[in-house]
Structures are given as structure tokens and as C-alpha cells.
């Protein structure tokens, strides 16, 4: 596992969207008029931590688009049940599928983690802010689901 660094070019990427759609990152970047791209990693849809972060995100959507970011959730979860948690969660940003985790070992968020004794590896709940320029600006690992939202806009001055 590589964890990504502040200041490097963030790695470019392909992936499926809930709705079956593709997006790649230097598209998004290319096409986006604000300040750049939130790429949050979690385990697992409709858990109670990923549902606390994915709700968190969601309450401070406005604060966070009005400031030009646009922020994606990053799961191994496939396209139903991202709909049905985007659904019964009213969340008002894309869900990636990353099934293979892929992604998220390009980003430093999947690796060896352990729980009650047991190793085993999985997501490492993590954050990755890239501006719009494609450099990483923020990445942070490890990160705890409550509060998260807020320390965020904090280390982004919003």
C-alpha cells in the first residue's frame, strides 16, 4: 500500500458510478469549474460509521459545493446497493464502485488492518482532497466517521 502524499499529482482513474456511468478523474478535473474533487473511501454502505460519514457529507453539501468542491464516496459496494443507500440516505453525491479495490490501493486506502486480534486486510477509512489542478492538497488516513465533515472544512478554511 502507497499512501498518497500532499502536494504530488494525484493518480488518474477510471471507475463506474452507481448509475452505471464512467467517469475519469482528468475529465472530472477538466470539466469541474470550482476547486477540485473529495474522494472519500469507506467500508461499507448502510453501516452505522459509513452511514454517520456518508450523512455528514450529505448535511454539508451545500457548504461544501458553494465552495467549489465536488465530493465522490468510494466503497467496494456494488451499483444496487449504492443506489439504495444514495436513496435512503437522500445523499446528493456519486457513489464509485470499486469492487477489485483498485482505487483504493492506488490511493493508499486499502492495507492491512486488525480488530479485536485478528489481521486481516480491508478499507482504511481515508480522505483525499484534489485540487483542481490534480495535485493532492489534503490526504488523510485512518480517519475517524464522526466529526469528520467538520474537520475537513477546517483543514480547508471553509
Known sequence: MTRQTEGEAAPNFSALLQDGSSIQLSELLKSESG?????????KDNTPGCTTQACDFRDN????T???WRVLGVSKDGEDSHKKFIEK?????????????GLMETYG???EKKNY???YFGVIRS????DSNGKIILARYGVKAKGHVGRLLKA???
Not at 127 to 130: G, N, P
Open 89 to 101: 440516505y437522500q445523499l446528493p453525491f456519486d457513489l464509485i464502485i470499486d469492487a477489485d479495490a
Open 127 to 130: 480522505t483525499i482532497v484534489i
Open 156 to 158: 480547508l478554511g471553509i
Open 35 to 43: 476547486k477540485g474533487i473529495i474522494l472519500y473511501f469507506y467500508p
Open 109 to 111: 486506502a486499502w492495507g
Open 66 to 68: 458553494s465552495a467549489g
Open 61 to 64: 453539501w451545500n457548504i461544501l
Open 117 to 119: 486480534g485478528r489481521t
